[in-house]
């Protein structure tokens, strides 16, 4: 079993910046991908970013150049660097890990954008 725990979240105003961290810890093998989710009230759970072992990278448009999924595999954590931070990016934040093809998931933090 892997454990997530995240956090960092808050309150910010439009066009400011917010860090989340993210722990893995338990029986870690090899993490194939680390990264992060959202979810709005009342919609779907959808990607953000993820990044691989290998540091590909992959990101919702929504992010591109905002957003940056930096990994420290050494340390076992993820984080999501958010820039420019817009109204639309307030949601609930989960960080995400895979580790033979099985996912895992923190309990979330809340990141609410608003002046």
């Known amino acids: 079993q892997v454990q997530l725990v995240e956090s960092g979240g808050g309150l910010m105003q439009p066009g400011g910046s917010l860090r989340l961290s993210c722990a893995a810890s338990g029986t870690i093998f090899r993490l194939d991908a680390m990264g992060w989710y959202r979810q709005a009230s009342g919609k779907q759970r959808e990607l953000v970013a993820t990044?691989?072992?290998?540091?590909?990278?992959t990101y919702a448009d929504s992010v591109k150049g905002r957003f940056a999924v930096p990994r420290d595999n050494a340390k076992k954590m993820v984080y999501l660097q958010m820039n420019s931070l817009k109204p639309e990016d307030t949601a609930v934040y989960y960080c995400?890990?895979?580790?033979?093809?099985?996912?895992?998931w923190g309990q979330g933090t809340q990141v609410t954008v608003s002046s």
């Open positions: 990044v691989t072992s290998g540091g590909t990278t």
């Open positions: 995400y890990a895979k580790q033979d093809w099985q996912p895992y």
